[in-house]
């Protein structure tokens, strides 16, 4: 059977059905996410299983897990879709106050605190109808969201140089510690005997990840002796003011939450090397107004923490 006369059997709404419960490995959240009931989204797999002739998705201690044919098809199913939802939300002359359009930006959550808040107020005064849709690293790491066609920009400090992508740098983030006030050993500096003994609270991160910023912390003589991880930076300042750990977090983060909560902060007791902040899109959206503008934005956020900070450049 010709290719064109295989896609007519396929409804594009099933795709996306596809796609939300491959993601959420979970149809029951999978429907909650698309608006729909649940026999409804089991119904339309059951009709894309039929069509290509494989079970798409198995049962799992948490919900469902992909075969190796799913696992084949989300890239270019999630390819297709993102270029399908470029296309319709596009605007070639990027009018911010005309605008109609939603911008998915996967992003570490400590960068949300100094980069996201002055990009929203602008666009609460000026935009109606943008929106921001954040997706947290819990979700996924921000480069497979942008490869996999959920982000239009991820913001992380990469590791590795990716075909295909585009990277823009901006500056390496000056991390501070974080204590509650009435800590009983440090108040106003740390040793770095105290950073090595005393207890830290960190954000859940990759293997990947941990083993760079461990190697990166013991190149200067240190180590963390991890009590606490989290899945979501917004638990740390709570764990911090009704405990003695500690944390190391970024500038910008630290000091608001230090405003809201009765933290000190406390400069790092070594010289701090970590990895390049970077602006990762996709090579072929490079001209696409709206993301230029979206990049705008943030660089601008971006130059403003680092003058606060007196980040490096």
């Known amino acids: 059977m010709k290719p064109d006369n295989e896609l007519r059997k396929i409804d594009l709404n099933i795709l996306i059905i596809f796609e939300a419960v491959y993601t959420a490995r979970n149809i029951t959240r999978a429907s909650e996410q698309l608006g729909m009931n649940q026999p409804t989204v089991s119904n339309a797999l059951g009709r894309l299983k039929a069509q290509f002739n494989d079970p798409l998705f198995q049962r799992s201690e948490r919900g469902v897990a992909p075969t190796p044919f799913a696992d084949s098809l989300i890239l270019p199913v999630r390819q297709a879709l993102s270029i399908l939802r470029d296309s319709l939300s596009i605007n070639r002359d990027f009018d911010l106050p005309k605008a109609t359009r939603t911008f998915r930006l996967a992003m570490n959550d400590f960068l949300v605190m100094g980069l996201v808040p002055d990009m929203l107020n602008k666009i609460a005064r000026q935009a109606q109808n943008v929106k921001l849709y954040i997706i947290g690293h819990e979700v996924m790491p921000p480069i497979d969201a942008l490869l996999a066609g959920e982000a239009d920009i991820a913001l992380d400090s990469f590791i590795n140089e990716v075909p295909g992508v585009d990277f823009l740098p901006l500056h390496i983030p000056q991390g501070v510690v974080v204590a509650r006030r009435s800590h009983p050993v440090l108040q106003g500096e740390i040793s770095k005997r ?21 190697s990166i912390l013991l190149s200067q003589g240190v180590t963390r002796r991890i009590v606490c991880e989290v899945s979501n930076s917004i638990l740390i300042p709570s764990l911090i003011t009704t405990t003695d750990l500690i ?67």
């Open 247 to 313: 944390a190391v977090l970024p500038g910008p983060f630290a000091r608001n939450a230090a405003r809201h909560y009765d933290l000190q902060v406390l400069p790092l007791p070594f010289q701090q090397s970590g990895a390049r902040l970077q602006i990762a899109t996709l090579a072929n959206k490079a001209r696409d107004p709206g993301i230029d503008w979206l990049r705008q934005q943030l660089l601008q956020a971006a130059k403003q923490n680092a003058a606060e900070e007196d980040w490096l450049d």
């Open 194 to 214: 105290q950073f090595s003994e005393l207890g830290h609270v960190v954000l859940r991160q990759n293997s990947r990840m941990r083993a760079h910023a461990e």
